[in-house]
């Protein structure tokens, strides 16, 4: 049996896990009330740095085939995924005032969706 696909699918769902941290720990905090990240912090964190290495890794792996729209439409998705992992980061530390970080989290649950939306553009685009 051949096991090729494995590190691109182990890549794959370390990318999807990241993004469920991050996206869903902002989402619900945007929910439920900035509170609940001061003990969210560390996986937002530990999900910020999972997306980071499994995202650079796939670009990559995808980039020297890729078709012409690819790398714009990836260079937008890494801008507004930046924006969601610092975000993120900003809020997993302590220090700033609650209108400030409801501001923030909001701003980074609309790029996450975005950032969404791109990659299942990406991954559809031949």
Do not use: C
């Not at 991050?22 to 905090?29: E, I, T």
């Not at 910020?48 to 890729?66: E, T």
């Not at 729209?69 to 930046?82: P, Q, R, T």
């Amino acid at each position: 049996m051949d096991l090729s696909f494995l590190p691109a699918t182990l890549s794959t769902f370390a990318h999807i896990a990241g993004a469920i941290l991050v996206l869903g720990g902002l989402f619900r905090a945007h929910i439920s009330g900035l509170h609940k990240v001061d003990s969210y912090g560390k996986w937002l964190v530990a999900g910020a740095v999972l997306l980071v290495l499994s995202g650079a890794w796939q670009f990559v792996l995808r980039m020297h085939d890729a078709p012409k729209l690819w790398h714009a439409v990836a260079g937008i998705k890494v801008l507004l995924a930046l924006h969601v992992i610092a975000v993120s980061l900003l809020l997993a530390r302590k220090g700033l005032d609650e209108a400030k970080r409801a501001r923030l989290a909001r701003g980074a649950v609309i790029s996450g969706w975005i950032v969404v939306l791109l990659g299942a553009f990406l991954h559809n685009l031949r």
